[in-house]
């Protein structure tokens, strides 16, 4: 039996897997950029971060995409 294509397609999602990896860490490094400055110019503070993100975890129901806190508001037709 040969197994080289089933390798060939093990090595193809390892590496789709390590530029996803690659891609998240930069992605996670922009958005703490972006909020370090925001605090920085002082645009928000630390406190009200936190609370945004205890609020956005709180409407965030498992399996539905994250919602804003107006969006969450609105009523459902």
Do not use: C, W
């Amino acid at each position: 039996m040969n197994r080289l294509p089933h390798a060939l397609q093990d090595v193809d999602v390892i590496g789709k897997l390590a530029d996803l990896k690659d891609q998240h860490y930069r992605y996670t490094l922009l958005l703490s950029a972006i909020v370090e400055l925001l605090i920085e110019k002082q645009y928000l503070t630390t406190f009200e971060l936190d609370a945004t993100l205890k609020e956005l975890d709180r409407i965030a129901l498992p399996g539905n995409p994250i919602k804003t806190r107006h969006e969450a508001d609105r009523p459902t037709r």
